[in-house]
């Protein structure tokens, strides 16, 4: 079924354009949460949009069955809190995300579990089972004219993002605009690495659900982030910072600038810019409250290093366009000793591009680069790749 009530298309840049609130969070104690967590939230004037009654979605980062220590996931004390003041001001508060995989009762109820989010029902909010997901028009998108989604998103009446800062192989970084991708079930996200395998149209349908479900309020929990290996594998890094705004835009663009990177190094920023939605540059950006700049992590480990950018004439000479993109590109490669020969990665690739031969074997010449393969195993044994002249091109830029 198609569900032709879509909201209004989105204003222009000025319409969109709102502050980025941030709040020291040294660590994930109840105490230091709650108090993080009222600090940023006193700070949000759309508080008030929030009545006794009003059925609040809180969409969390769950990507996967990973304990809070790991930082690949929404912190369930954060959570809690955020829950907490939402409950006390009479929401109906119902916390959830589709993971990747099955998107059944069985698996939410087992990463509830192990991400330790099983707390928040002692808030008086309830975690999600609902399952069921439907099919939506957006005719306004630039990428995702239809989509499938999950019901319990559209069928609350606001909806608040919360997500986790961490590297991503295909995005670079995972944060606010990203996690909507979550509104997508498990299983179907493989199929739309296949339809927007390029990776301005897979920013593009991203920023279509963002612009399709609106949330009231975005929140990142930079306390701890991920860095390297991300978004499931890489390694936890203190941040110290609670982030939120009304714009995922200019709040990925704060979260971008912590660990080191600009607009111009996330497609989903830069996408949002060229679209009218968002800042092309930080100096676009509003800031309130702890000065994010004291925060910036600045050996911060990204997915596989920055980006890189030559001047004509530069050092790489007469590489043609063609040629520089595929000796720049990061590509998935399995570290053999770290492997347990599992499979995930091959029954999850989209393009079908994973064969078993002990280890996996990757056809370069049908995978779309998506990274689903690095994202779901479950020991980390697949590592976002630069090539040695990439690696080689890079230093020699720095
Ligand atoms: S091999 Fe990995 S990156 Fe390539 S298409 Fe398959 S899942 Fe995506
Ligand atoms: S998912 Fe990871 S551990 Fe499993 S086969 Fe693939 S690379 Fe190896």
Redesign the pocket.
């Known amino acids: 079924m198609t569900n032709e009530t879509a909201p209004p298309a989105a204003p222009g840049r000025m319409g969109r354009k709102a502050p980025v609130y941030a709040a020291a969070c040294r660590d994930y104690r109840p105490e230091t949460a709650e108090a993080a967590v009222n600090r940023l939230l006193s700070q949000w004037k759309g508080l008030e949009k929030i009545q006794p009654g009003t059925k609040v979605a809180v969409k969390v980062n769950l990507v996967s069955a990973k304990a809070p220590e790991t930082a690949a996931t929404t912190h369930p004390e954060l959570v809690c809190a955020l829950c907490r003041l939402l409950v006390g001001r009479g929401a109906l508060v119902t916390v959830g995300d589709s993971p990747g995989g099955l998107f059944t009762k069985e698996a939410l109820a087992h990463v509830y579990r192990v991400s330790g989010m099983d707390l928040v029902g002692e808030t008086g909010a309830k975690l999600n089972f609902d399952v069921s997901t439907e099919d939506v028009s957006f005719p306004q998108a630039a990428a995702a004219h239809v989509f499938t989604c999950t019901s319990w998103l559209r069928h609350a009446d606001v909806i608040i993002n919360f997500a986790k800062l961490k590297t991503h192989?295909?995005m670079r970084l995972t944060a606010s605009v990203k996690n909507l991708f979550g509104s997508v079930p498990g299983t179907t996200k493989?199929e739309y690495?296949m339809r927007f395998p390029e990776t301005d149209t897979f920013a593009d349908m991203l920023i279509d659900l963002n612009e399709y479900f609106r949330p009231v309020l975005n929140l990142v929990d930079a306390v701890t982030g991920m860095e390297g290996n991300g978004p499931t594998a890489g390694t936890p890094r203190d941040i110290g910072l609670l982030l939120a705004s009304e714009s995922p835009y200019d709040l990925d663009l704060v979260c971008a600038d912590l660990i080191g990177l600009s607009a111009q190094d996330i497609p989903t920023i830069y996408r949002a810019a060229a679209r009218g939605l968002g800042p092309a540059d930080l100096t676009e950006v509003t800031l309130a409250g702890a000065d994010t700049g004291r925060y910036r992590v600045a050996d911060f480990t990204p997915a596989a290093g920055k980006s890189v950018t030559f001047a004509a004439g530069g050092v790489l000479g007469d590489l043609t366009g063609a040629l520089l993109v595929k000796t720049m590109r990061q590509?998935?490669k399995v570290k053999p000793s770290e492997c347990i020969s599992c499979g995930k990665?091959s029954r999850?690739?989209?393009?079908?591009?994973?064969t078993m031969r002990g280890v996996?074997h990757?056809?370069?010449s049908?995978?779309?680069?998506?990274?689903?393969?690095?994202e779901f195993c479950p020991v980390g044994a697949?590592k976002v790749h630069r090539t040695a002249i990439a690696r080689l091109l890079q230093r020699k830029e720095n």
């Not at 999850?348 to 994973?354: D, L, N, R």
């Not at 049908?366 to 690095?374: G, K, T, Y």
């Open positions: 192989g295909m493989p690495h590509v998935p990665c999850i690739c989209p393009a079908h591009a994973i996996p990757i056809d370069r049908v995978c779309i680069r998506c990274f689903c393969c690095q697949m």
